[in-house]
């Protein structure tokens, strides 16, 4: 089999995967059904509570951003740049790109020099360069939002305190900017320097929330749109949000808990083929040097990564969650 029927053979199997993740993730029919009838029912209800809660929905949908910068909406740079800010680190396109370009030549030169295949060595190198770079971006912005989101209901604390005191929303804001330490902290100063320089205090928030595009400061920013619409003690609305978002905080720690067997157990299975095929190629490389130099021996190797990606895909689907 010549290198050109491999790269065939991988094309079409990556094409295969393509189709059934859009296949198997695209929207159900009947879920689609489902809301719309949900909706109806909403509209033409007596209840009071359907009422209400119809109300909430509309709301929500009239505050989500109309060009919201993520992957798949505007173009591929706009996104990128959102997430590279959504780190905290101060990064740009361009310190994403040679880092990016510099990790897949180094990788693709000590592949050639060590193996002598150089299709692979250059294969194995471009998914490194785009691989590990959107790895480490995304494990930044995981851990930035998982501080920000454990310090930001001892903000909203400290806003209904300030707000309890007799303090303006704008001025509490200000105060948790100066006293949060960290992500929270940060996000709020920049609220505040926009309601500065003459925006509105809900476009600065709402400009926030599409930024870092959690949950929590969604509910915290669509808490404070309804209460300035429909009035009431914003105090006592925010209080009960801040216990609400500890709460959440609790159940997903319990679910993490309940789920780390499992995801231990994923990590040793998964990792224990690299880790025996790598001491093995270092041991003997020539007892295992036939998968970078025979056909056969290639395919087989690429069959059982599309196999292991598969296993890896499942098993974290069964222990991934929504709160």
């Known amino acids: 089999m010549s290198i050109f029927q491999i790269v065939l053979v991988a094309a079409g199997i990556m094409g295969l995967l393509i189709i059934g993740s859009i296949a198997f993730t695209g929207k159900s029919p009947a879920k689609e059904a489902q809301r719309r009838l949900q909706s109806v029912r909403y509209r033409h209800s007596e209840s009071t509570n359907a009422k209400v809660e119809s109300q909430l929905k509309k709301a929500i949908a009239a505050r989500k951003p109309k060009m919201h910068r993520v992957a798949g909406s505007g173009s591929r740079s706009e996104a990128l740049a959102m997430r590279l800010e959504r780190t905290g680190r101060g990064w740009t396109l361009t310190h994403y790109m040679y880092a990016s370009a510099g990790l897949a030549v180094v990788v693709t030169l000590v592949l050639f020099f060590k193996t002598g295949a150089p299709l692979l060595a250059l294969g194995v190198g471009i998914l490194a360069g785009a691989g590990l770079p959107h790895m480490v971006v995304n494990s930044m912005i995981k851990r930035r939002l998982n501080a920000f989101n454990t310090k930001f209901p001892d903000g909203i604390e400290l806003l209904v305190r300030g707000l309890r005191s007799g303090l303006p929303v704008t001025e509490t804001l200000n105060v948790v900017a100066q006293e949060i330490p960290g992500p929270v902290g940060q996000e709020f100063k920049g609220v505040v320097e926009r309601i500065k320089i003459g925006r509105t205090m809900e476009e600065s928030l709402q400009e926030t929330a599409d930024r870092l595009g959690t949950p929590e400061f969604q509910f915290?920013?669509?808490?404070?749109?309804?209460?300035?619409?429909?009035?009431?003690?914003?105090?006592?609305?925010?209080?009960?949000?801040?216990?609400?978002?500890?709460?959440?905080?609790?159940?997903?720690?319990?679910?993490?808990?309940?789920?780390?067997?499992?995801?231990a157990s994923a990590y040793i299975v998964g990792a224990l083929p690299f880790i025996v095929f790598t001491?093995?190629?270092?041991?003997?490389?020539?007892?295992?040097?036939?998968?970078?130099?025979?056909?056969?021996?290639?395919?087989?190797?690429?069959?059982?990564?599309?196999?292991?990606?598969?296993?890896?895909?499942?098993?974290?689907?069964?222990?991934?969650?929504?709160?």
């Open 220 to 263: 915290f920013v669509i808490t404070l749109a309804i209460q300035r619409e429909t009035g009431g003690n914003l105090a006592e609305t925010l209080s009960n949000l801040a216990d609400v978002l500890r709460k959440r905080a609790q159940m997903k720690l319990k679910i993490r808990a309940m789920s780390s067997e499992s995801k």
């Open 279 to 323: 001491l093995i190629y270092w041991i003997n490389p020539s007892y295992i040097g036939g998968f970078f130099t025979e056909d056969r021996l290639i395919v087989a190797g690429l069959g059982g990564l599309v196999w292991m990606s598969i296993g890896g895909f499942i098993m974290a689907k069964m222990v991934s969650f929504e709160i």
